[in-house]
């Protein structure tokens, strides 16, 4: 049972696991095919550095709950990495099995079995520290700040997360898209990270609005920094107000935790935007039986920044795109958007771009997704005396996680401007270390 009501009447609910639970024997029969490199480049490839050959050997004599014991002490957020981690470019991307022209060991998915294996026998491998009479404020309820949070138990720290919304998780919880990971699944390891003790979660807190950041400083020993990146980016064309014109973090999240959400009349879909965002956008519409998905990208294939083995997962689904079209504005009918006006563009040498004359289109669309980024924060935390941004990005020393006004550390999306949730997790222990250090004197 969760502290958190997860609605049963979630959109995200109609679309498959695309990645599904192997079962014992087919762990058994891949784990076994792992050669145990000595120098095992996937542990390099992973930002957490879980010992993967260990833990694939552990499942090959059958003791799953040591394999996940070893996943978790690197990665506390093993479970929701297992289902969302790019693994096809990390730890699968760099396996020596495809210098041999063999597929790689399924990392991915034998970290999952091991995992949910644990999460299913409710196996706690980790105690509470002793207490040290310190406790530090978690600004951001995601992964960077649940992991900052439970090595600073583990280290004997208190924590209280503010978490701005009413449910803690993160895109874990909200963002991600459902056919890796959906909403129970997040709230399940939330309520695992917790059960550690010394963490106090308040949800409903926005930091610099119902608490100030000279409340935290006097009441706190040391503050961490986890809140990820704002709204989306929204694209100042003409038409811009016309209703059918979403978000795409703000789509996802309504199909993921709004009960009741619909597409309703949603026939034709415009994706714009080239990155893991915008494919994960179409592949979820494809999923929902959208019958035209198009994703618009002003430049090319291969200068997308979303991976490579999604968008071929996209269009074996049925997706299609526009290269090289710049959309310049919304047509609609009665206050509700039918499509997306475009120009063509062209390579112009290096990364600059030329309209092509009189090439205006009109892509139809009964629902435009933006996914062109999202906003930073900077202005947040500008109160903050000492803090220094780069970017948009708030700048803190990656090898212990410490800003320049040192009572604050930060991880995750608000220092390095859009990664993955392992890289969250991994910047969020690694804070929590550079947090311990600092209050014992030694940073």
Known sequence: ???????????????????????????????????????????????????????????????????????????ILGLSCARVCPTEVLCEGDCVYNELDSPPILIGKLQRIATEDAY????????????????????GGGPAGLACAHELARCGHESVIFEARDMPGG????????YKLQLPDAIREVNYILEIGGIELRTGVSVGTDISFEELEDQFDAVFVGVGLGPDTA?????????GIVGAVEWIEQMKTRKGFALGDVDRVVVLGGGNTAIDVVREACGLGVTAVTMVYRRD?????????????????????????QPVGYAGEHGRVTGVRCVRTRAAGGRHLQVVPDSEFVIPADRVVLAVGQSKLETLLSDVAGLTFAHGRLVADTANGQCSNPKYFAGGDVMNGAKEVVNAAAEGKVAARGIDAWLQGGA
Request: hydrophobic letters at 40%.
């Open 301 to 325: 294939e291969a200068a997308m920044s979303g991976y490579e083995h999604e968008w071929n997962h996209a269009k074996k689904e049925g997706a299609r795109a526009e290269w090289f079209a």
């Open 120 to 139: 299913d026998r409710g196996l706690q491998f980790f105690e509470r520290g002793a207490p040290t009479g310190k406790r530090i404020a978690i600004i």
């Open 171 to 178: 895109l874990n919880s909200t963002g991600v898209a459902p």
């Open 235 to 243: 694209l100042d064309l003409p038409g811009r107000g016309l209703s």
């Open 1 to 75: 049972m969760t502290v958190w009501d997860v609605p049963e009447d979630r959109l995200e609910a109609k679309l498959p696991d695309k990645k599904p639970r192997l079962n014992e024997a087919q762990a058994l029969a891949e784990a076994n095919r792992c050669l145990y490199c000595f120098d095992a480049p996937c542990i390099k490839a992973c930002p957490t550095g879980i010992d993967i050959p260990t833990f694939i050997r552990k499942i090959a004599t059958g003791n799953l709950a040591g394999s996940a014991r070893v996943i978790l002490d690197s990665n």
